[in-house]
């Protein structure tokens, strides 16, 4: 068999006890320990088995040399081969409790699935297991694993060396990958929960299969730049071969290597298609977390040796055995005294509580005994080789080492405390490839497009001045209203004037975005943009409507029929916004856009986000609104184009004026609205496209309509001052007579009624003989008071003869020269006695307005 296999290990205590123990024995009270090792497995263990009996032999030696109490035991160690076989390792437990002797304390276990397999029994047993081997995650909960000990921390403790690391140069996006095997997977589930709990996105979890750099390849798929590799120390060369292969190294990637291990890496490149200057240059930079082998300092610790010293001895005797060093040597070597120590403490506390005890024969029970070995080793607090010796929640308090690869060597840039959880890092030490530490992912630059001070200044003065302007003529239309109205100047001025100014307002409040407005106020303004722009441009559009339809309908369009179709308008563009506003009400969304690379920066992506008002059903309201406005602007539009050359309602402002400004809205409203819509996505442009489109509009319509009128006023001023001072002096004339108006329209009231009467009576009482006498009286004044006409006509009825006289044309009383005495004397008498009531013409009355008055029916003079 090769030398350092198991038998010669084993053979190795053998000898140790065989030398050393009988001459101690004597003097020294035994204290048996089981010694849990894979020794036969088969599987790689016997090499650890052999390389940690020289460590053990060199405490067992010291431990001989202390004074007492300490000095007053032997430890007996008693090898137990589980050969990492959790049945076969708990069957021989038991064969050894039942053998005997009686056994207080488990020493070792190095294989997983058999320290959990023990560890859980240990209370049922009375038993304590003080190991030197890392404890997976799992062992560290301590309701069912509060009898196990280590002098190695945990790979939990591990894990959060790593989170720290990542914490403090904050990389928040990572990748694994990982080599399979038992401890390293259940490393990887618990490095995940701890990373999620961190808040540190995992993107990609890979398993390293025969295949290594397939799974290396979909880590750089996914854009991992942070990578935690978690693999044994004779896969790192394949692993940075491939990572050569495919770029994944250099000043854009960090390698962060947490396998739990204690020492450096050999990077052989036999074996792994790569030279090794590939895996150096590969390799450089990373940084790997493991367990600090030895204390950094220089003093004797408990054993009286320092951790130099203990070395030195360690490979001394190693290189007479012909044994492989193990990292964990140093561990076995503290955990002997660790329970050396503990059982020590132990026993002088049985003796001499029996010893001192007041009843006599008094002996501790196993339980108390058990319960006592707890406490000493949870007490447990001494300067070993590997550092200060203690323990929390039976993890080792301790520190693990940070070494980054530099070259062709590792260098120390920092540790870990497992007591305190602090990060140190040694900074100028540290060696990035590039000008700092990597990101760990690209960079994107989220670059908000705002309106430029610049560009809303040069707009909104725009807008200032329109609206001083429209409020200059909105100023003069109010104080001239009376002398516009006489000279032909529309009463729909002012609502016109409105009109500019609110869309004008509109511009002035588009510029303002979130850089300058919180979003509360942004929402508000989202909806006051809106009103101002639709209610303005209804306003404006509805006053140039009526006015073309007017001269389009040759001046029938009454000023009350326009108000009416002005106030419709408004009322049905109020309804459209009062419905969007509640049902659907604008809010302020960012919009995001296409990614655009950095020029400067290879890592650096821009992505470009906007912000604008926007509903749930945008498209929906703005078909309704450019439903009904666009056929109602097509229209005004063909109006205007038929009243071109129609003479205008003002002296000043032609038709061809009203047209202009008609095609200038429709034509500036149909561009602003698709000009929004295709700058939607840049807020600038859509600002300075759509703000001169309303501002031209605006200024348009003021040149044509407003400035001839204000031209006309200043020219004209003087003469319609004097008409107007002529109409106020002439207003008290036309009062007074419309006063005596109103009393003559009474008086001649009366005057039709006698006249009436005078003519019922002539048509009763005409006969052929008779002739009309007419009655005048007068009052004392002079003044007509009543006029009486009698007309007596005699007929008979039984002379025929008399009959045809009266009815003969030549008869002087013949009807039809009756009717034409009346017929000139009736109006002799209208001009000649109404002139001394008051003076009204013949014309104003109705009854002798034409001969046909009279009608001449059954011989009787008839008022029709």
């Known amino acids: ?142 309701k069912w694993y509060r009898n196990l000990f280590s002098t190695v921390p945990s790979d939990r403790a591990l894990n959060q060396a790593t989170v720290k690391l990542l914490q403090r140069y904050r990389w928040s996006r990572v990748g694994i990958v990982t080599q399979e095997g038992p401890r390293l997977s259940e490393m990887k589930k618990d490095l995940i929960r701890q990373l999620l709990k961190a808040e540190v996105q995992v993107v990609s979890t890979e398993s390293l299969s025969e295949d290594v750099c397939s799974s290396v390849k979909k880590l750089k798929e996914s854009d991992v730049r942070i990578i935690i590799a978690q693999f044994k120390e004779d896969s790192a060369s394949e692993v940075f071969c491939c990572a050569y292969r495919l770029n994944l190294f250099g000043p ?23 030279t090794a200057d590939s895996l150096l240059t590969a390799a450089d930079g990373s940084i790997r977390l493991q367990m600090k082998q030895l204390s950094s300092t220089n003093t004797p610790g408990v054993s009286g040796r320092t951790p130099q010293d203990y070395q030195d001895s360690y490979l001394r005797q190693l290189i007479q055995e012909g044994s492989k060093v193990s990292g964990l040597h140093a561990f076995a070597y503290d955990a002997v005294w660790v329970a050396a120590k ?164 509109s511009v002035l409040m588009s510029g303002l975005d979130g850089a300058s407005l919180s979003d509360q106020t942004s929402e508000v303004l989202c909806s006051v943009r809106l009103w101002t722009l639709s209610v303005g441009h209804t306003l404006a559009f509805a006053v140039l409507f009526t006015r073309t339809w007017r001269l389009h309908s040759l001046c029938s369009f009454t000023q009350t029929r326009a108000g009416c179709v002005l106030l419709w308008m408004l009322l049905l563009d109020v309804f459209v916004l009062t419905s969007w506003q ?108 759509t703000g001169v489109l309303i501002l031209c509009c605006n200024i348009c319509t003021l040149s044509w309509l407003f400035g001839p009128k204000v031209l006309f006023l200043c020219l004209n001023g003087s003469e319609l001052q004097g008409e107007a001072a002529e109409g106020d002096d002439g207003e008290h004339e036309v009062e007074q007579l419309s006063r005596l108006n109103q009393q003559l329209k009474s008086q001649t009231a009366q005057l039709d009624v006698e006249i009436e009467t005078i003519t019922m009576q002539l048509s009763e009482e005409s006969a ?16 007509v008071r009543s006029v009486t006409w009698t007309h007596v006509v005699q007929v008979c009825s039984e002379d025929r003869s008399s009959e045809r006289q009266l009815t003969s044309p030549d008869s002087i009383n013949s009807p039809e020269r009756v009717r034409r005495r009346l017929s000139v004397q009736l109006p002799i008498l209208h001009h000649s006695y109404l002139p001394a009531v008051g003076g009204v013409s013949a014309s104003s009355s109705s009854l002798f307005g034409s001969r046909e008055a009279f009608v001449y029916a059954d011989g009787n003079f008839v008022y029709d």
């Open 582 to 689: 509640i049902l659907d009400p604008l809010r302020r969304v960012v919009l995001q856009h296409s990614l655009e690379k950095d020029p400067a920066d290879q890592d650096v992506v821009i992505r470009l986000t906007s912000e604008r008002c926007s509903s749930a059903n945008m498209e929906l309201w703005l078909t309704a609104v450019c439903g009904y406005k666009g056929p109602l602007l097509g229209l005004g539009c063909f109006v205007a184009w038929t009243i071109r050359t129609a003479p205008a309602d003002h002296p000043a402002v032609s038709s061809k004026h009203l047209t202009l400004s008609m095609f200038a809205v429709t034509g500036f409203s149909v561009a602003g609205v698709t000009g929004s819509l295709l700058t939607s996505h840049n807020p600038p442009v859509q600002f300075c496209v």
């Open 342 to 505: 503990a059982l020590s403490q132990v026993m002088e506390a049985v003796k001499h509580r029996e010893k001192y005890s007041v009843q006599r024969n008094v002996s501790v029970s196993e339980e108390e005994v058990h319960r006592m070995l707890l406490e000493a080793l949870k007490q447990t607090q001494f300067e070993g080789v590997t550092g200060p010796v203690s323990f929390r929640n039976g993890d080792r308090m301790t520190s693990m080492e940070l070494i980054q690869f530099q070259g062709s060597s590792g260098v120390l840039v920092g540790d870990f405390s497992t007591s305190t959880q602090q990060l140190r890092l040694m900074n100028h030490l540290l060696r990035f490839k590039g000008p700092g530490p990597p990101r760990d992912r690209t960079l994107v630059l989220v670059q908000q497009q705002h309106i430029s001070l610049l560009l809303y200044s040069a707009v909104s003065s725009a807008a200032s001045v329109t609206i001083i302007i429209a409020l200059t003529a909105l100023l003069l239309a109010v104080v001239n209203r009376k002398r516009l109205l006489k000279s032909g100047g529309g009463s729909q001025d002012e609502l016109l004037l409105l009109g500019i100014l609110l869309s004008s307002s």
């Open 1 to 142: 068999m090769e030398r350092g296999g198991p038998v010669e290990a084993f053979r190795l205590l053998l000898v140790c006890w065989l030398v050393v123990g009988p001459v101690l024995a004597q003097a020294r009270h035994p204290l048996p320990v089981l010694w849990v090792m894979p020794v036969s497995s088969g599987l790689g263990k016997e090499n650890l088995t052999a390389a940690v009996a020289p460590a053990v032999k060199l405490a067992l030696q010291d431990l001989q040399r202390q004074p007492p109490p300490l000095g007053n035991y032997e430890i007996q160690l008693q090898l137990l081969d589980s050969q990492c076989d959790p049945a076969k390792s708990l069957k021989a437990l038991f064969d050894a409790m039942w053998a005997g002797p009686k056994y207080l304390l488990v020493f070792g276990g190095v294989c997983p699935s058999v320290m959990a397999l023990i560890a859980r029994s240990l209370p049922a047993l009375n038993l304590v297991q003080v190991s030197f081997a890392a404890l997976p995650p799992s062992l560290s909960n301590r």
């Open 768 to 783: 052929p003989d008779s002739k009309p006498h007419m009655t005048t009286e007068t009052n004392n004044a002079g003044e």
């Open 252 to 274: 854009r990637y960090q390698w962060i290597v947490a396998d739990g291990g204690t020492s450096g890496w050999r990077l052989g490149w036999q074996g792994s298609g790569c």
